[in-house]
């Protein structure tokens, strides 16, 4: 399939206009997908287990300089830097997750570990070379060549970029391959293949591709289940529309992941 062109005007519009309640929702049906103490308010999908792993993977030591790319409402800054004492910048092109993620750091006292940037990675100017950087979920928003060039000229020499993304597991028709891109703002769907290989070519080593594909199945069941189930206390909480445009999108996904088609993996890797 033709890989479209990136475009973070219609990436903001999804989070500022059309879904603004996926805070409410999360904290409303997450902690019962993930289970017991594995929900810390992340949006992307993956416990606090593998989102810890990512962080251990990167091994970057306390005091590392970390980017955080599509940061969201900084859950996933909040967690990281406190489970490793990492300095996080996130940055983020929709505002309404930013004026949440402000609120967040406020209300867990970490204004001097993770400062908040409302702007494009692309475009954005930093005063050093990070440590590291990463994304959970976000990455799938952009063109995968251009961004790991970018993260490449972010990163210091030895830096460590690391994801958690879906990935393509097998060949999608058109109307799949409309739904997982058009229909999330999103150019393309990469496999863990083509992933690596983009990465070798923007000057990274790859050193870990981690599988989480089983998981990744079993929480993507449960969320549309869940989502059902809780309808009224959704529309309550945000809007018949919300409830709609959401429940839609996460049941294309569901569909394709369970028809042996897309996966998630934990991809790391070392700036040469």
């Given at each position: 399939m033709k890989t479209e062109n990136e475009d973070f005007t219609a990436v903001?519009?999804?989070?500022?206009?059309?879904?603004?309640?996926?805070n409410l929702v999360h904290?409303?049906?997450?902690?019962?997908?993930?289970?017991?103490?594995?929900?810390?308010?992340?949006?992307?999908?993956?416990?606090?287990?593998e989102l810890r792993l990512m962080g251990s993977a990167m091994k970057l030591p306390p005091g590392s300089t970390v980017?955080?790319?599509?940061?969201?409402t900084a859950a996933v800054a909040s967690f990281l830097a406190g489970e490793f004492g990492w300095r996080i910048t996130g940055i983020d092109v929709a505002g309404s997750p930013l004026e949440k993620?402000?609120?967040?750091?406020?209300?867990t006292g970490q204004q001097e570990t993770i400062r908040l940037v409302h702007g494009n990675v692309y475009e954005q100017e930093f005063d050093e070379p990070f440590d590291g950087a990463?994304?959970?979920?976000?990455f799938c928003h952009f063109d995968a060549a251009r961004l790991f060039a970018r993260c490449r000229e972010?990163?210091?020499?030895?830096?460590?970029?690391?994801?958690?993304?879906?990935?393509?597991?097998?060949?999608?028709?058109?109307?799949?391959?409309?739904?997982?891109?058009?229909a999330w703002a999103c150019p393309s769907v990469y496999s863990t293949g083509?992933?690596?290989?983009?990465?070798?070519?923007?000057?990274?080593?790859?050193t870990e591709c981690l599988d989480l594909t089983e998981t990744f199945r079993d929480w993507q069941d449960r969320s549309?289940?869940?989502?059902?189930?809780?309808?009224?206390?959704?529309v309550a909480l945000t809007s018949e529309e919300y409830f709609e445009t959401s429940t839609r999108l996460a049941d294309y996904e569901n569909a394709v992941t369970k028809a042996g088609k897309l996966g998630y993996a934990l991809v790391v890797a070392d700036a040469r």
């Open positions: 903001a519009q999804l989070y500022d206009e059309e879904m603004p309640g996926n904290d409303l049906i997450y902690p019962e997908v993930y289970g017991q103490g594995e929900y810390i308010g992340q949006f992307s999908d993956n416990s606090a287990a980017l955080d790319i599509g940061c969201g993620a402000r609120g967040r750091i406020t209300a990463y994304g959970t979920g976000a972010l990163l210091r020499p030895g830096g460590s970029l690391a994801f958690l993304e879906r990935v393509r597991t097998g060949e999608l028709d058109e109307r799949e391959w409309h739904s997982l891109t058009t083509e992933y690596t290989e983009l990465l070798t070519e923007a000057g990274f080593a790859v549309v289940t869940v989502r059902h189930r809780l309808r009224d206390r959704i």
